[in-house]
């Protein structure tokens, strides 16, 4: 028998320290506590780190993503294409916005979409595809782009944004991605659009919080844009409360009945911090991840590459396949990881599976490979607060039940 020690490895606490806790203070004695200047200081360093001109803080990468939609136009009558092997944010925004969820299956024996089923899923009624940059790697976007191109005629531009593109537009979901590199250009660079969250899981948090940025390009007005996400994220008031504290400028106008979305200064007070000191906290989780690859290299499990010379993860997720188990012996091995003191997840359990998209006319019969990587995936622990006797206890009691499970025969 494994000695626990009593241990208790939660599966991904936040790592927040005393600075973060100093910056909140600061913040609400301030008297500033809801968007104002922090808010709009985390932007402009958010748009720095990840290199590009604009960055919009919202209360959630699902905010994010829907009002991505919602400005570009995207609506009832229009199909979005994402991925069967994702979390409900990314195709319920879809349902959102009135326009159909296409789901695509992954590849197999892999998390990401089936890039060679992608371009059969186009059709004159895309209008958007959003990719998933699952665990935090980035995905194959050369092959995104290539598909979209060789669609690009059926393409039908319903607004004067869509037809800056002129072809279907890539929305990414980078909700685990944010610091990931891919050949040279960080997670943000790539995609048109790219939507991060800062929920309390995530390597980067502000408890709750989400942020998105766009490509630059010199035919697009990224003020104007800028000013968009800031009308749909309060109510379509022409001035935010900041701007309405000047002496004698009460005064606002209300462009269209939106949305209330917006980021506050308590929360981006952490994330400041959080960001300041993340390159760190990136490191620490490379480290854990080679400890990990290391440790189970003379076993028969799969994990996701999340380092080669052509890119770099974020580090958020340690996805782990074990091939030969299925679904129950899966689940028996997180009970039994539980009882040896360790906290252990499941990434993701296939959208068709869900009684909302079973009800949307989806059945998991028609996504084989999302299924067969979904029954024998367990997802580790992996955070900054893990010290290496955690990472060698954690792959101890894992490999021990292995040995029982896999090699039972």
Request: include cysteine; glycine fraction near 6%; charged fraction near 25%.
């Amino acid at each position: 028998m494994l000695d626990t020690g009593n241990r208790n490895i939660p599966f991904s606490p936040p790592d927040i320290g005393e600075e973060e806790m100093d910056e909140v203070i600061k913040a609400m004695r301030s008297g500033w506590i809801t968007t104002g200047p922090r808010t709009k200081e985390f932007e402009k360093e958010i748009a720095h780190y990840v290199g590009v001109n604009k960055a919009v803080c919202l209360n959630s990468a699902t905010s994010a993503m829907e009002l991505t939609l919602r400005i570009l136009g995207i609506g009832p009558g229009d199909e979005v294409i994402t991925s069967a092997y994702t979390y409900t944010a990314t195709a319920s925004v879809i349902n959102h916005v009135g326009a159909k969820v296409v789901l695509v299956d992954t590849a197999p024996n892999s998390f990401e979409m089936d890039y060679s089923k992608l371009e059969g899923a186009i059709t004159e009624n895309t209008k958007a595809i959003i990719p998933v940059d699952i665990a935090g790697v980035m995905c194959d976007y050369e092959k995104l782009f290539e598909a979209v191109e060789r669609k690009k005629e059926l393409f039908k531009a319903k607004n004067k944004l869509q037809d800056l593109y002129s072809r279907v537009i890539i929305m990414t979901d980078a909700a685990h991605a944010f610091g990931a590199e891919r050949y040279g250009r960080k997670c943000g660079q790539v995609a048109d659009f790219t939507c991060y969250s800062f929920h309390a899981v995530k390597n980067l948090t502000t408890a709750e919080g989400g942020a998105v940025v766009w490509r630059d390009r010199e035919d697009l007005d990224d003020e104007w844009l800028y000013k968009q996400y800031m009308l749909y994220s309060l109510h379509g008031q022409s001035k935010d409360a900041l701007s309405k504290t000047k002496k004698g400028s009460w005064e606002y106008d209300i462009v269209y009945p939106a949305y209330k979305c917006n980021m506050t200064d308590i929360t981006a007070a952490i994330g400041l911090k959080q960001l300041a000191k993340y390159n760190q906290s990136l490191q620490r989780r490379r480290e854990i991840i080679r400890k990990y690859n290391d440790g189970f290299s003379d076993t028969k499990t799969q994990t996701i590459c999340h380092e080669s010379k052509n890119h770099s993860s974020s580090s958020h997720l340690y996805l782990l396949r074990i091939p030969g188990i299925d679904e129950l012996e899966r689940n028996s091995l997180i009970a039994r990881m539980a009882e040896l003191g360790v906290t252990c997840n499941v990434h993701y359990k296939p959208l068709p599976m869900f009684t909302a998209y079973k009800n949307l006319g989806f059945d998991i019969k028609d996504y084989p490979n999302a299924y067969n990587v979904y029954k024998n995936e367990i997802t580790l622990p992996l955070h900054t607060l893990l010290s290496d006797e955690d990472v060698d206890y954690i792959i101890v009691c894992l490999k021990k039940l292995l040995t029982k499970t896999v090699n039972k025969g």
